[in-house]
């Protein structure tokens, strides 16, 4: 059965439209980002993650986002050109988008309410929330800024 997650419409760093369906995969980890903050750093981790389980099925995906403490105050190509040179980032960017409010891209409005965050806020409270997308759209699980990447490592080679 096709979910309707994948379906939804997202734009590239550099400008193509597509869906989530463009990327086929096992596992998808969406993340939303942002160059100065104080999880930037993860953009290490989520390429190591990137590299190391790519082949066998892993997409980890990268969704710019200004909203918390204006942390990303960039251009597409001043965010991609940081993340390359700066992490080697070679994993799929996004254009810039909301992840809360009236303006929240339909992808991250979907992810919340398909895996709330603590206490069932479906709110994101920071930069670098992911979301651990597996069995085509059926399990959905959110994990919090702090959360780093290569604590997921468990978990992906389990849906792997």
């Not at 290490?44 to 980890?60: C, D, I, S």
């Not at 080697?88 to 988008?97: C, D, E, I, Q, T």
Request: charged letters at 25%; glycine letters at 10%; aromatic letters at 10%.
């Amino acid at each position: 059965m096709h979910d309707p997650l994948f379906d939804i419409p997202c734009v590239t760093i550099d400008g193509r439209h597509g869906t989530l369906a463009d990327y086929p995969a096992k596992v998808l980890l969406v993340v939303n980002t942002a160059s100065e903050c104080g999880f930037t750093p993860q953009y290490k981790g989520l390429e190591e993650l990137w590299q190391r389980y790519g082949e066998r099925g892993l997409v980890v995906l990268g969704f710019p986002c200004n909203q918390f403490g204006r942390q990303e105050p960039g251009s597409e190509e001043q965010i991609a050109a940081f993340c390359e040179r700066r992490f080697g980032v070679s994993f799929p960017l996004f254009a810039k988008v909301e992840v809360n409010g009236g303006d929240a891209h339909p992808l991250f409005v979907e992810l919340k309410k398909r895996a709330p965050g603590l206490l069932g806020s479906k709110a994101i409270k920071w930069n670098f929330t992911k979301f651990l997308i597996a069995d085509q759209g059926r399990k959905v699980k959110r994990y919090s800024s702090s959360t780093a990447p290569q604590a997921l490592v468990g978990e992906i080679e389990a849906l792997l």
